[in-house]
């Protein structure tokens, strides 16, 4: 699956109006019950990145290519998902395979949309989607145990990793996920993971659904949603699905216009977008000509002849150099040649680090 941000959250949350408003597209069926979703929406969604508009100005492209993000909707998990209740085995597996979760969260009260719990209770919503991922980990980590305690007998690296999972699942049964371990991102935890991909370990957003009213100012369920999330340092966007979905079909300055008259100055989708390519550890540099505009994604602190790569594995092998151009000093200056002129290209090897925005071309023989 790749790079995925897997949305997940109780039925009826909003997680497919969501994830429609994501993916600009009504490709993921939205009703009043739960369930509604069965199979995992994929969808694949631009990064709304400024500077390429821009750069677009100065160069005038025939097209304009943006990065992009995995979205996948998981359907709505609910108690009992790690035993199989409401199809949960099947979710489960699917979040396993995305890297970072978007956990929608319902802030809004609305009698004529059903709440699987019976209320409004958005930290006893999160508890109950967490703790299920708690408990699929201690099941999967359990398996590697049985696994490991015949290896433990012959191979010291073997016994290693297995004093670890027993440690690190007493350390799950007690409520806790695998991000707080005071040993989380060592090289025994990493190995360990490799192949578990444990649910606990993966980032979490949470994204708080509100009503129209809420957009402005915060209402009393995303406070506690905001202080749940202080706890763990994690991201909160605030966002109504609803208004996501209408602002779909407006041109940019309408959309702008509607906003700030919600007191809002960023859609909640631009906001998850972005800081979800952020929390995969993902950036983008630019190629500028008057074919195409375009960003490529790439890892943070990739080098020059790995940031090639990803236009073609050639340009990797037979690297040369990169003539770099910051995007600042390029847009100052009006112009690639202009930029030139005024020295701000730079030529840059095989140990050069890519900076966010750089505009680069490279020189290549195979």
Known sequence: MGLAIGLVGLPNVGKSTTFNALTKAQNAEAANYPFCTIEPNKAVVPVPDKRLVELSKIVNPERVQYSTLDFVDIAGLVKGASKGEGLGNKFLSNIRET????HIVRCFDDDNVVHTEGSI???RDIEIIETELIFADIDVLQTRIDRLKKQAKADKDAKVLFDYANE?????ADGNMARAHKDFGSDTFTELNR???LLTSKE???GANVDEDSLSQDN???ALVREHAAKTSSEVVKLCSKIEEELIGLED???AEMLEELGASESGLDQIIHKGFDKLGLMSYFTAGVKEVRAWTIRKGSTAPKAAAVIHNDFEKGFIRAEVIGYDDYIEAGSESAAKDAGKMRLEGKEYIVQDGDIMHF???V
């Not at 890297?99 to 978007?102: A, N, Y």
């Not at 690190?168 to 799950?172: D, P, S, V």
């Open 220 to 222: 009393k369920y995303v």
């Open 204 to 206: 979490i957003m949470y």
């Open 363 to 365: 020189r290549f023989n």
């Open 99 to 102: 890297e970072v979760i978007l």
């Open 195 to 197: 192949d578990l991909r």
């Open 168 to 172: 690190l699942a007493e350390f799950l």
């Open 121 to 123: 209770d958005p930290l």
């Open 253 to 255: 300055d309408e959309a």
